[in-house]
């Protein structure tokens, strides 16, 4: 491939990638994109990426092939080798003969030999001081990447990290504003049930809420379902009534 027509290439694949601030998109489909893209634009022959999962766990989410992930997998039940240092550090990751990290990462290094990979440089997906993920970028051959297709990697990942922060943002966002709604329902429902209370036994609002409280309480139930049951009319009111007196002590 020439300079010209890599370049095009990388373009290209900016473009899709920076798709992914704007439109809805599907992380696997983002992250197995971004990890074909390094290994066919830089020089390396496969790569494989890991993801951490709402626990913080690392998950294998892409690779090129079977080889590279078989090496991200006994990677992972290791719980060491490259990308897994990459990730818990958040700092690349070089490693140009895997002969010389055998003693470090045994199960690595073999899984590498048996997949006919000889080096590996490992790039974390890091924004703001936080490490989501990392990916490895695998070669035949022996010897570091070099500085363009370094700064290449890493650029790729920023973006697509960018947009996996984005989604889990929004993600997080929606769920406090559904929590935010539940909440502004739920007060929208006591009020309702406070005025039927409130008329049907001829007491003041403050002292239906302190009836439908402790109905609810001695009953088990929460007050969101126990006002609900009266705004509806599901439940009779006339069956809420104040908490029965405390009997005196002998």
Partial sequence: MSDLSRE???????????DTLVDDYDTVELLQYLVESCAELLDTDAGGLMLADSSGQLQAIASTGEAAELVEIMQLNAGM??????????????????????????????????????????????????????MNLFSIQVGKLNDRDIATARALTDIA?????????????????????????SRVLIEQAKGVLSEAHSIPLEEAFTWLRDHARRNQTSLRTLAESIATRTLDPATISARPATKKRP
């Fill in 8 to 18: 095009q290439r990388l373009n290209v694949v900016f473009v899709k990638l920076a």
């Fill in 81 to 134: 080798g490259p990308c897994v240092e990459c990730f818990t550090t958040g700092e690349a990751v070089s490693v140009p003969d895997i002969d010389t990290v055998q003693a470090k990462w045994p199960d690595f290094a073999q899984a590498a030999a048996a997949g006919g990979f000889h080096s590996v440089y490992a790039t974390p997906l890091r924004l703001r001081g936080k490490t989501v993920g990392a």
């Fill in 161 to 185: 990290t960018i947009g996996i922060m984005q989604e889990r943002l929004v993600r997080e966002s929606s769920a406090v504003t559904e929590q935010l709604q539940h909440a502004l329902d």
